[in-house]
């Protein structure tokens, strides 16, 4: 067993969405930003629908063009925060020029009206409602637009500063010096969760691709040639999915954590299952394999170095 | 890759007659796991491919008890794994396809195919020639990144290791292969078809360019328990560190006699005999067996990254003879 513990920042990047509520009632929000995998456009589209009481899949999101308003680059585990916060105030806007549009036709204050579960409606009376399309139609030929920033360093909607441990089991063969990891437990902050699966499955793919840099990956130069020797999936080796252990993932919930607002979860647990792993070999084996990758050949130097085993 | 012409012949009469003379002038297409890979490197460059996928009298397993275990060049790893009579009389055979990692592979790669696949050594495949030289014909591999090469019959100039899965469960089950030319059909031991080459320009096994393999047939192999174990760091597909197949005549829980065979370790699938002499006689022990894998690796030599490839052989050794003496599968 092994275990180790990381930190990291996190806080939001500058971004700015715009979002576009049509006649037709479809809307888009428009960034300069982009989706590595890690589901930039989930959780934009989530934040989205969530403000504007619609279904996910009521919005169009539209990254990955430099059209679009500026949103910072994907590093430092710095995108959910920074487009979370821009989606959220644009949408909030938004919604607020529609109410606008719309407060007339429910004869009320547009200051008094919600949107929930696809209806605009008088706050405390769904009895006086439009759904989300007649809402929407009555913008006539013209969307409405608002823009939402968020400003990176002060912002509050999104923060810094998240946690976690993770737990390593292995069993090593002490004869060949192969590793093999029987299980990954993992336990992790991030501020407010905008969506559960995706939290976890990020930190799953963390974890998956640690296992890969714990045992597997090493870049191979010849220094004769200056060439690299193994510029291919043969010889850089990753993990497959025989070599994935079951992942347990416990996240940290509560209004403690939602109130600290959102927080990147990009690259804080890919920090510790290599040390974690590397801890578990040490405890099973009684000696220090002091670098990754912990192939076999370094595994069995080790005990070598250390006698032997007990 | 290159542009190339591409034959398919039905007879193996045909598939003679369209190759050449020279290596890698024309190219012999079975699954082409191996083939492709290098014609994309641009390590291979053939003008023609003779795909000798359609020749029908080269496919098929046939299994008499009396004779033996007749396997056609084109049978898959797949096929060649779960067949029942492979997997039941000659387990060293199936537990070496099944080591081949991956689905695609074993139902695509041929039992020729992976007795004349190329080696991985990765100056070889990085275009550096298959005894890796440098221009004054110095190993780059001695002083280079060898990790992964070969600590048995590495005195020179070949280091890299032989890739062949089935050649070391093969030559313990005392194959032969067939194989046709020009000149008509020949048969030899496979033990004397691998070869470590000299000079650059020469291949590692005995084919001449405008000959196929055939058939491999193997004994009866009643009496006989077998096994191979392989070693592997990863599940994911990965060539082993270091394998062994072992086949061991029994009486009882005596061995009468018995051939010990390593992959991956030397530039030819190397026969132990060291190991087949400690191991007549005995019955066996975890001590038997242990003493079989030192037997083995006499003579082996570490190059400057690969010492450990000795610890993983003998290991090998005593894993097989033992599975094979338990008859697991």
Not at chain 1, 85 to 98: C, K
Not at chain 2, 186 to 194: N, Y
């Amino acid at each position: 067993m092994g275990l180790s513990i990381h930190t990291w920042g996190g806080r939001g990047h500058q971004s700015e969405n715009r979002t576009t509520i049509y006649p037709d009632g479809s809307v888009s929000c428009e960034l300069g930003s982009q989706d590595l995998g890690t589901g930039t456009r989930t959780v934009i589209a989530i934040v989205a629908a969530e403000t504007l009481g619609l279904p996910v899949e009521g919005i169009t999101v539209k990254i990955g063009d430099s059209k679009y308003p500026k949103s910072g680059g994907s590093g430092g585990s710095t995108t959910v925060g920074g487009v979370s916060a821009s989606t959220r105030r644009a949408s909030v806007d938004a919604l607020s020029l529609l109410f606008q549009k719309v407060a007339p036709a429910l004869g009320a204050d547009p200051a008094n009206l919600e949107a929930v579960g696809g209806r605009i409606q008088v706050k405390g009376d769904p009895g006086k409602s439009l759904t989300w399309k007649q809402a929407c139609a009555k913008l006539g030929v013209t969307p409405v637009v608002a823009t939402g920033k968020c400003i990176g360093g002060r912002d509050e909607l999104t923060n810094q500063g998240v946690g976690g441990v993770q737990m390593a089991e292995v069993t090593v063969d002490v004869e060949t010096g192969v590793v093999k990891v029987d299980k990954i437990v993992a336990v992790q902050d991030m501020g407010l969760v905008i969506d559960m699966t995706t939290a976890e499955s990020q930190i799953t793919g963390a974890i998956t691709m640690g296992i890969s840099y714990a045992l597997f990956e090493l870049k191979i130069m010849d220094e004769h040639l200056g060439r690299m020797m193994n510029p291919n999936m043969e010889f850089y080796k990753l993990a497959g999915i025989g070599d994935i252990p079951p992942i347990d993932v416990y996240i940290v919930t509560g209004s403690k954590q939602d109130d600290r607002g959102v927080i990147g979860l990009g690259e804080p647990p890919v920090i510790s299952p290599g040390a974690a792993i590397a801890n578990a070999v040490t405890n099973a084996i009684g000696v220090r394999v002091p670098s990754l990758p912990l192939t076999p050949d370094r595994i069995l130097a080790a005990l070598e170095k250390k006698g032997g085993l007990s | 890759m290159r542009a190339f012409e591409y034959a398919s012949p039905t007879t193996k009469e045909q598939a003679a007659a369209l190759l050449g003379d020279k290596w890698d002038d024309i190219g012999i297409l079975a699954g082409g796991t191996d083939l492709l890979s290098l014609m994309k490197d641009d390590i291979s460059k053939p003008r023609r491919l003779v795909d000798i996928k359609g020749i029908k009298e080269m496919q098929g397993i046939r299994h008499a008890p009396a004779t033996g275990l007749r396997i056609g060049a084109l049978v898959t790893l797949q096929e060649l794994l779960e067949h029942a009579a492979v997997k039941k009389e000659y387990p060293a055979l199936a537990q070496a396809a099944t080591g081949v990692a991956s689905m695609q592979l074993r139902n695509a790669g041929t039992v020729g195919g992976d007795l004349c696949q190329r080696p991985r050594c990765w100056y070889f495949r990085n275009g550096n020639g298959l005894l890796a030289q440098d221009s004054s014909g110095k190993s780059l591999v001695v002083d280079g990144e060898n990790k992964y090469h070969a600590i048995l019959g590495n005195s020179g100039p070949a280091y890299f290791v032989n890739p062949s899965s089935l050649a070391p469960a093969l030559i313990a089950l005392g194959a032969r292969i067939k194989v046709y030319g020009p000149k008509g059909s020949r048969e030899v031991a496979l033990e004397q078809f691998f070869t470590t080459p000299q000079k650059d320009g020469e291949r590692e096994y005995l084919l001449k360019p405008n000959e196929i393999i055939t058939e491999i047939t193997v004994p009866a192999a009643s009496g006989v328990r077998s096994a191979t174990y392989a070693v592997h760091e990863r599940e994911a597909l990965d060539w082993p560190l270091a394998a062994a197949s072992v086949a061991l005549k029994m009486s009882g829980t005596k061995i009468t006699s018995a051939r010990v065979v390593l992959g991956q370790v030397a530039p030819i699938p190397w026969a132990a005999a060291e190991a087949d002499k400690l191991l007549a006689g005995k019955v066996v022990s975890e001590q038997v067996a242990k003493d079989a894998g030192a037997a083995a690796v006499t003579g082996a030599r570490a190059l400057s990254q690969n010492a450990y490839k000795i610890q993983l052989a003998k290991v090998a050794v005593k894993r097989a003879i033992l599975q094979a003496s338990e008859g697991r599968a």
